[in-house]
């Protein structure tokens, strides 16, 4: 369930975007769906995560350059602003002796301490290099293949990269 609330602002976008072939429209859509999510976790007292609130902040002003501007690549630049923070984090994080992904994954698996670090170097740099594609596609090709890049080439790309991920980690996770 988690997933669909994570994902919804994106559905919704390439839905509208789907429905009325209006990107200002999509984006529309994606600003109000993702401050209303936030605005229910708030109301409700639930907490709201950093990538959450990230998200939020970038849809809202990104979001809102496009609509105000009536230009397009505001919005197009999101993934990648998106994608370069999360990998930069990452990566410098690791270099200042903090491991993100080990900071999440750590109570679902034990890994020696090298692992920890390939593991981290490996998705910042995945996530630099998706930022960098987003805007090779948004550049390069139309409007319409942009929004299904960013509908089904990145999440797809994630999905790969997670799978192959927990192949080369499946060595480690031992039976109960």
Known sequence: MKFIV??????LFFGAYWWTNDIFV???IAIVTTVLQVGYALIRRRPVDKLQWLTLGLVVVLGGATLLLHDKHFIMWKPTVLYGLMGAGLVVGQL???NGIRAVMETQVSLPDRVWTVLCHAWGVFFIALAALNLFVAYTFSERIWVNFKMFGTLGLIAV???AQSFAL???VQDE
């Open 161 to 163: 990269f997670a799978i």
């Open 6 to 11: 994570d994902f919804l602002g994106i559905l």
């Open 170 to 172: 499946s060595r480690y």
């Open 96 to 98: 200042a002796g903090k």
């Open 26 to 28: 999509a984006t529309g």
